[in-house]
């Protein structure tokens, strides 16, 4: 979606309006499949984004492909950690480096995501190469990952809805591989 430059400004409350516009539907949904989720933030916040993030992760997807492609392309290889994946809109990029990339694992705490995910990794013929590790950021002690074994670090589009993001990037250089 272009705007005239004149508009940029309001770019921040047209993505405001597009996002509160999923709470109905969110709330619908909810009701008809998981009513329980409706009475914990934190699951609504997933599902709320979930919903959002199906239309807009696409939108959002074709304008920044062609800046970030090139940047994914020419720059990732080995073991390579994706923070924040979503529900896997840049996916495709790690099958056109499959000769440079060994393994790829998905950061992603929204279980919203999931599901959407796994399919994009099966389309990419990625299945065995990326793994979905669902927890944030903060949290992959937990998941087994060594320090330093990571040979490449991607957050494409992710950190700008992160509360702390400095705190976040800071917890992730210890999992790079030294060099």
């Known amino acids: 979606m272009e705007l005239p430059p004149q508009l940029n400004l309001l770019r921040p409350l047209l993505l405001l309006a597009y996002s509160a516009s999923y ?6 949904r909810l009701i008809t499949s998981s009513p329980s989720k409706l009475l914990s933030w934190s699951s609504f916040q997933h599902a709320w984004f979930g919903n959002f993030w199906s239309w807009f992760g696409g939108v959002s997807r074709e304008s920044a492909a062609a800046t970030v492609s090139p940047l994914v392309r020419g720059n990732v290889h ?8 979503g529900s896997g809109e840049w996916v495709y990029l790690y099958a ?3 000769n440079k990339v060994t393994k790829v694992y998905g950061v992603e705490p929204n279980p919203e995501h999931h599901a959407a995910l796994k399919r994009r990794v099966e389309a990419a013929g990625l299945k065995g190469i990326y793994e979905v590790l669902p927890v944030g950021a903060q949290d992959l002690g937990t998941m087994g990952l060594e320090k330093e074994s990571i040979d490449t670090i991607v957050t494409l589009q992710t950190l700008c809805s992160c509360p ?8 992730l250089y210890p999992y790079l591989k030294k060099g």
């Open 23 to 28: 709470i109905p539907i969110t709330i619908f």
């Open 78 to 85: 080995g073991v390579v950690l994706d923070i924040g994946p």
């Open 96 to 98: 056109a480096t499959a």
């Open 164 to 171: 702390g993001p400095q705190d976040i990037i800071k917890s």
